[in-house]
């Protein structure tokens, strides 16, 4: 069993900074993890991407955020990281972390695994 979770949101006012976490767990040893992602929700939205990662560290964001917020990671721990600055009202929303493949133990692996979300709030 392999899980993904995530910490770091909060209530922040407009033009703050907040950094949000996500670590995987398993069972088992990870092995390796691909691509890794920050999604976000608002309410009454779809899901939508903020920024990926790939394993060699290649960084892809969304128009809206780009210049603002910075992906990372840290593949030796297991963590991806969203460093989010100069933040917005219409940021706000809940932000999920994913990774597309986490192989663990022996020939175990599980594709597009999601954290539970955490709630990141701008105030005006």
């Known amino acids: 069993q392999v899980q993904l979770v995530e910490s770091g949101g909060g209530l922040v006012q407009s033009g703050g900074s907040l950094r949000l976490s996500c670590a995987a767990f398993a069972s088992q040893q990870i092995l390796s993890i691909s691509n890794m992602g920050w999604y976000r929700q608002a309410p009454g939205k779809q899901r939508e991407l903020v920024a990926t990662i790939a394993g060699d560290g290649t960084a892809n964001y969304d128009g809206a955020v780009k210049g603002r917020f910075a992906i990372s990671r840290d593949n030796a721990n297991h963590m991806v990281f969203l460093q989010m600055n100069a933040l917005k009202p219409e940021d706000t929303a809940v932000y999920y972390c994913?990774?597309?493949?986490?192989?663990?133990?022996?020939?175990?692996?599980?594709?597009?695994?999601w954290g539970q979300g955490t709630q990141v709030t701008i105030s005006s």
């Open positions: 994913e990774a597309d493949r986490v192989y663990y133990g022996v020939a175990n692996f599980v594709y597009e695994l």
